[in-house]
């Protein structure tokens, strides 16, 4: 049973929309939700990350919005660039230094 | 410093036959994992060292599968024998302890035929 649903599975987005990744999550142990964000032929490599007690975090073009009643969490890409055009992942771990579990993966393909 | 490296970055065997894959974590890493994503589908957690411990292999899918981190530095990933599931592409992480970040390696991408 996947413990973390993640959709759409691909996203396409003209250059300077907004991409929206959507996960949720019925593990309510859950602490921290990270965001992955992979390239071809590269690891998965951490873009942003959101512990529960904050609805909202925003680095930059990327914000993750948190709604810990309804258990979704949300990856926005603010003006998206074809360099944005990677693979991402939406994971979510139960405490310090134990694995993590990731959704199936969202390719993201912005186009010029 | 150096990222995590695995090795080898592709592998194509035969049913039946044995491979081994290799990680080696960020230097200072305490914490090493290994990840497998099949068919683009999640990535599903393997197994956990600390140090040269396992933490937690509740991943590992079956006895075919044999991990070790002697010395506690690098890791290797044994798959014998090699049944055609097993295809996929398996994921090294390491962790500082204290730390929340995962730091992934770029793949092994393993074929069986």
């Known amino acids: 049973q996947q413990q973390v649903k993640q959709s759409p599975q691909s996203l396409i987005v003209q250059k300077g929309g907004i991409s929206i990744i959507n996960c949720a999550y019925e593990?309510?142990?859950?602490?921290?939700f990270p965001w992955y964000q992979q390239f071809p032929g590269k690891g998965p490599a951490l873009l942003i990350a959101?512990?529960?007690?904050?609805s909202e975090k925003k680095e930059g073009r990327f914000t993750i919005s948190f709604n810990k009643s309804a258990k979704q969490f949300s990856l926005h890409i603010m003006d998206s660039q074809p360099g944005d055009s990677a693979t991402y992942f939406c994971a979510a771990r139960v405490g310090n230094f134990n694995k993590f579990y990731f959704g199936s993966g969202t390719k993201l393909n912005v186009k010029p | 410093e150096a990222g995590v490296t695995q090795f080898p970055s592709h592998s194509v065997i035969e049913k039946g036959q044995t491979v081994t894959l290799r990680c080696d974590p960020i230097?200072?890493?305490?914490?090493l994992y290994w990840y497998r994503r099949v068919m683009g589908k999640e990535i599903k957690f393997l197994l956990h060292f600390v140090k040269e411990s396992k933490q937690d292999e509740s991943g590992m899918p079956n006895n075919r599968f044999l991990a070790e981190r002697t010395g506690g530095t690098y890791s290797t990933l044994k798959v014998q024998p090699a049944e055609l599931e097993d295809s996929g592409v398996y994921f090294c992480?390491?962790?500082?302890?204290?730390?929340?970040?995962?730091?992934f390696g770029p793949g092994t991408r393993l074929t069986v035929l």
């Open positions: 992480a390491s962790s500082r302890t204290g730390k929340d970040t995962q730091y």
């Open positions: 593990n309510t142990a859950f602490d921290y």
């Open positions: 959101i512990r529960p007690d904050v």
């Open positions: 230097s200072g890493h305490d914490n």
